[in-house]
């Protein structure tokens, strides 16, 4: 497309010419230590098993020592222009997560309680060969290692800080700038996961691996909603029935009397009490929502798994070396004790995993660790093609230098030197993350 300028190539800026080739690679760190504050995190977390004072003086410090460190080196950081270019990304990344999460409290509450709490104690669990294992293995492996095993290391609220470690290292040039762009691409995977994870769940109801579950945890009808009575009951053991629908495909058994439930006055939010089922100590319809949790059904898939896998994702492609390995050790870690307490079937554990290393594949066009310096600028350059061709034509050497000269700029706009205000801008964005770092540990500190 260029050719007629090549016997002037030598007009080229050095550094615009320098990095042609090296900007298509992926982007390295100039410091290190990441895996060690990843291990420190952990390590002073585990205390609370250990030694519960130790734990309690140690962790403030642990956070506000990392909370310092990052905003001593906001003066320093030479990203802001590109911090502030993903702004509006990672707030509707966020935005979206929430929304996400709350279509998947409603989910598991309707999952919950739609077939009542008797079907949930007569029910046997499936049959699960990884349970099946792991039973097997206690018995054969050192008593150590399966001590090990069993130990609460790693649980949802590490995998978050630890991907909030991970982002706040853009301040040292660990990870490749913008954090918010890092931050934005992990919230949007995941707000996809939460909404496939919430399809898949729904669509057929699987019985939970600890049938008391419901029981202790939600209280409620021992009932099925009338759905399930007219839909289900009928045909849930009567093999005669199942083969009358198969035949005619419609509800043909009589079910007699429906029972009903309490229905209070939500105003507009009362199309959910058919999903949600309340009680009349239950409340209102968000105080439902709030304390779902992580519901008493089998949820396909873990939720936990997905937050750690897209963790190690983030970590592997970001920073990678020893320090992603150990993440992934957790994350296996983690797998098998979901496993283990019958938090969830293996199934679960599987899918998820492919689940959120796929979903993280797709999701590179809000943040990635190649270098994208050279497709903006060959960006830039097909904007000036028409101008750099009529330049080039008229021998006009200033003109030329003039628009190789913005295509230069645009890989250096990054590199400027922070304005006073910009400085103060990203000293709130600092703030403001480590505030919601903090809400996210308290509102996830119980798993």
């Known amino acids: 497309m260029f050719k007629f300028l090549a016997p002037r190539l030598h007009l080229l800026p050095v550094s615009l010419k320098s990095n042609q080739t090296a900007s298509s690679t992926m982007w390295r760190p100039r410091s290190g230590g990441l895996g060690m504050a990843a291990i420190s995190y952990v390590a002073v977390d585990y205390l609370r098993h250990l030694s519960p004072t130790w734990h309690r003086r140690l962790m403030p410090v642990l956070w506000s020592l990392l909370a310092l460190v990052a905003v001593s080196r906001v003066p320093f950081y030479k990203h802001w222009s590109s911090e502030f270019r993903s702004l509006k990304a990672f707030v509707a990344s966020m935005v979206f997560m929430l929304l996400t999460l709350l279509l998947e409290a409603g989910c598991v509450r309707f999952v919950t309680v739609v077939l009542g709490l008797d079907w949930h104690t007569d029910t046997h669990p499936l049959p699960d060969t990884g349970q099946w294992f792991l039973l097997a293995q206690n018995k054969k492996l050192p008593h150590a290692l399966v001590e090990i095993l069993r130990a609460r290391i790693i649980g949802l609220h590490h995998f978050l800080m630890l991907f909030m470690i991970l982002a706040f290292s853009v301040l040292f040039d660990s990870v490749k700038a913008p954090g918010l762009g890092l931050g934005a691409r992990y919230m949007f995977t995941m707000a996809i996961g939460r909404i496939l994870r919430s399809i898949t769940f729904v669509s057929t109801i699987v019985p939970s691996p600890r049938p008391w579950c419901a029981n202790v945890r939600f209280g409620g009808y021992s009932y099925p909603h009338h759905w399930a009575q007219k839909y289900y009951v009928p045909y849930a053991s009567d093999s005669n029935a199942i083969r009358q629908v198969l035949q005619q495909d419609i509800a043909i058994?009589?079910?007699?009397?429906?029972?009903?439930?309490?229905?209070?006055?939500?105003?507009?939010?009362?199309?959910?009490?058919?999903?949600?089922?309340?009680?009349?100590?239950?409340?209102?319809?968000?105080?439902?929502?709030?304390?779902?949790?992580?519901?008493?059904?089998?949820?396909?898939?873990?939720?936990?798994?997905?937050?750690?896998?897209?963790?190690?994702?983030?970590?592997?492609?970001?920073?990678?070396?020893?320090?992603?390995?150990?993440?992934?050790?957790?994350?296996?870690?983690?797998?098998?004790?979901?496993?283990?307490?019958?938090?969830?079937?293996?199934?679960?554990?599987?899918?998820?995993?492919?689940?959120?290393?796929?979903?993280?594949?797709?999701?590179?066009?809000?943040?990635?660790?190649?270098?994208?310096?050279?497709?903006?600028?060959?960006?830039?350059?097909?904007?000036?093609?028409?101008?750099?061709?009529?330049?080039?034509?008229d021998d006009n050497i200033d003109e030329v230098r003039e628009l190789l000269r913005e295509v230069e700029l645009v890989s250096l706009e990054d590199q400027k030197a922070p304005s006073k205000n910009m400085h103060l801008l990203g000293s709130g964005i600092v703030i403001s993350a480590i505030i919601i770092v903090l809400l996210a540990l308290v509102l996830t500190s119980d798993g």
């Not at 970001?318 to 969830?344: K, M, N």
């Not at 310096?373 to 080039?392: D, G, M």
């Open 253 to 393: 058994a009589e079910t007699g009397e429906l029972l009903g439930g309490y229905r209070p006055d939500w105003g507009p939010m009362s199309f959910l009490i058919d999903f949600l089922r309340p009680t009349p100590s239950s409340g209102s319809w968000y105080n439902l929502l709030r304390t779902a949790g992580g519901g008493c059904n089998d949820l396909v898939y873990s939720g936990h798994v997905l937050v750690a896998v897209l963790t190690a994702m983030a970590w592997t492609e970001a920073y990678g070396g020893f320090s992603s390995g150990f993440v992934w050790l957790l994350v296996l870690h983690s797998a098998q004790r979901e496993i283990r307490e019958r938090h969830h079937y293996t199934v679960d554990i599987v899918v998820a995993t492919y689940a959120g290393i796929l979903i993280w594949k797709m999701t590179s066009f809000l943040w990635s660790a190649k270098d994208t310096s050279t497709s903006r600028r060959v960006n830039v350059l097909e904007k000036i093609h028409s101008r750099l061709t009529q330049a080039a034509k």
